[in-house]
């Protein structure tokens, strides 16, 4: 079966601080990835499509790349209003919208 | 704007049915392809399933592949999800969401509504 793992499921970060999440596919998904962020008890909100372009009106200061097995969301300088989690999801393989587990970004 | 409600939610003994519904509007929904996902409480999220733009092509993940329909009326801009045999497993908040381009099936999810709350309890 296709798994997608994300790592870690959990950081603890300062504003400021620059944050990378990874993301390995179990097989080769080109670069048919996205980034969501989601905050409590809000719908996900989509941050990057194929693997590192910026959806419009999302800061710069997101970024994603990758491409094949492994992928990684940065933030270059962590805000406030980041804290949040993130979800990776793959749109290649079957099924076509498998999300990984989710990164949990917290305060330290 | 471009929007997405869905509605339908409610509590429901294992066993029961439910039909979810999800009102479009600001775009053409009738050249998007649409899906639903689904959030257990304190868990991730979960993709459910997929519609084509035409309604030929559906897909269902395997844990509610055989119990679920998914459907769409372009005419009334609607997506649905009828749910039948519910487990407790199923409670979650269900989210419809749009497809980013409308020449990818497989695309990212631009736009989600807001979710309604399924809840599957005796």
């Known amino acids: 079966d296709f798994q997608l793992t994300q790592s870690p499921s959990f950081l603890s970060a300062s504003v400021g601080d620059r944050v990378t999440i990874t993301c390995r596919a179990s097989?080769?998904?080109?670069?048919?990835l996205a980034w969501y962020q989601q905050k409590p008890r809000k719908a996900p909100k989509l941050l990057i499509y194929?693997?590192?372009t910026l959806q419009s009106g999302v800061p710069s200061r997101f970024r994603g790349s990758g491409s094949g097995t492994e992928f990684t969301l940065t933030i270059s300088s962590l805000q406030p209003e980041d804290f949040a989690t993130y979800y990776c999801q793959q749109l290649n393989s079957y099924p076509p919208g498998a999300f990984g587990q989710g990164t949990m970004v917290e305060i330290k | 704007q471009v929007q997405l409600v869905e509605s339908g939610g409610g509590l429901v003994k294992p066993g029961g049915s439910l039909r979810l519904s999800c009102a479009a509007s600001g775009f053409s929904f009738s050249d998007y392809y649409m899906n639903w996902i689904r959030q257990a409480p304190a868990k991730g999220l979960e993709w459910v399933s997929f519609?084509?733009?035409?309604?030929?092509?559906?897909y269902y993940a395997d844990s509610v592949k055989g119990r679920f329909t998914i459907s769409r009326d372009n005419a009334k801009n609607s997506l649905y999800l009828q749910m039948n045999s519910l487990r407790a497993e199923d409670t979650a908040v269900y989210y419809c969401?749009?497809?980013?381009?409308?020449?990818?099936?497989?695309?990212?999810?631009?736009?989600w509504g807001r979710g309604t709350v399924v809840t599957v309890s005796s």
């Open positions: 194929a693997a590192s």
């Open positions: 097989q080769g998904i080109s670069t048919y």
């Open positions: 969401a749009k497809s980013l381009d409308p020449l990818f099936p497989y695309d990212a999810f631009d736009v």
């Open positions: 519609i084509s733009k035409s309604g030929t092509t559906i």
